[in-house]
């Protein structure tokens, strides 16, 4: 089964192609399931107005382009190919304490969430993690991720290691106590809540770090899943984070799987995630 459950569209304003131009391209590949899942929509008063611009969210879809642009959009190219190809529309987003029952109202509205933590928060503001980490901002990451698994809301943790992007010293990696508790703290979390967890195809374009004498991947780091490897009831998936109709066809699909079994990693192509959208109800 050929599936992909990361998926973008134009409206992040860093990704090309609408719901319909994926869904073809997906079609074309020999995709059974594909999930739409550009980035939510967080709520202006969720940061200051720094932070909100300063994680250029003012260029991001907001909660009128979901209901006026993304859903109808995802629905169209739903009903559209409906034969030909399962779709599932959800969203990747972030998770933003302070607003549990917005998140939860998507939430049930939607297929599924992706939890993708670009930023959290810390030292009294939201830091993004591809500005810098040091060991107490990479606990605070830790701490994040499980208390946002632990709300039930997501289905699946995108680049759960994104925090070891930056943690490094002139582009040598750190994998300390810091980095194997935090890593073993998500991967407990996911289990517990059921959440998969994703290996993502988006860090291996980007510059690599070095850790032992050897290029490693920015994400998914090898050093993280070797620990994932090691807990038998840990769910794995294969993300294409696609930023653009063709990433679906991208070689890099390939290099992640062997990563995986390089990692000792064993992956599923066929989630349990039930699709909950259908056109004879109004459940959206
Ligand atoms: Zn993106
Ligand atoms: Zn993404």
């Known amino acids: 089964m050929k599936t992909n459950f990361h998926t973008h569209h134009e409206l992040c304003g860093h ?3 609408t719901a319909k131009d994926y869904v073809e391209y997906a079609i074309k590949s020999g995709y059974d399931r594909i999930g739409l899942t550009d980035h ?13 611009f300063g994680n250029y969210l003012h260029l991001q879809m907001n909660e009128s382009d979901f209901e006026t642009i993304y859903l109808p959009d995802c629905l169209q190219a739903k009903q559209k190919f409906q034969h030909q190809i399962d779709v599932l ?29 670009h930023y959290f928060p810390f030292q009294g503001h939201m830091h993004n993690v591809y500005e810098w980490m040091n060991s107490e901002s990479v606990q605070t990451y830790g ?8 709300s039930g809301l997501y289905r699946i943790l995108a680049h759960p290691d994104i925090f070891l992007m930056k943690y490094h010293h002139d582009l040598e990696a750190i994998f300390d106590t810091a980095a194997i508790e935090t890593t073993h703290k998500i991967i ?28 490693r991947y920015v994400y998914p780091r090898e050093e993280f899943w070797r620990i994932v490897a090691t807990y038998p009831d840990a769910k794995v998936l294969i993300g294409v984070d696609a930023h653009a109709p063709a990433h679906l066809g991208n070689p890099v699909i390939e290099e992640m799987k062997h990563f995986a079994s390089l990692c000792g990693v064993t992956w599923v192509d ?3 995630i039930q699709g909950r959208i259908r056109f004879q109800g109004n459940e959206i």
Do not use: W
């Open 89 to 117: 529309i959800g969203l990747e987003i972030e998770y933003i304490p302070t607003h549990k029952s917005y998140l939860q109202s998507l939430a049930d509205r939607l297929d599924y969430l992706i939890l993708g933590v």
């Open 270 to 272: 066929n989630p349990m």
């Open 15 to 17: 990704a090309i192609g």
């Open 143 to 150: 701490d994040h991720v499980q208390e946002a698994l632990d």
């Open 40 to 52: 939510g929509p967080i709520p202006r008063d969720a940061m200051s107005q720094d932070d909100y």
């Open 188 to 215: 407990q979390a996911a289990i517990k809540n059921n959440v998969y967890l994703e290996i993502n195809c988006g860090g291996a374009k980007r510059e690599g770090l070095h850790y032992q004498n050897q290029t």
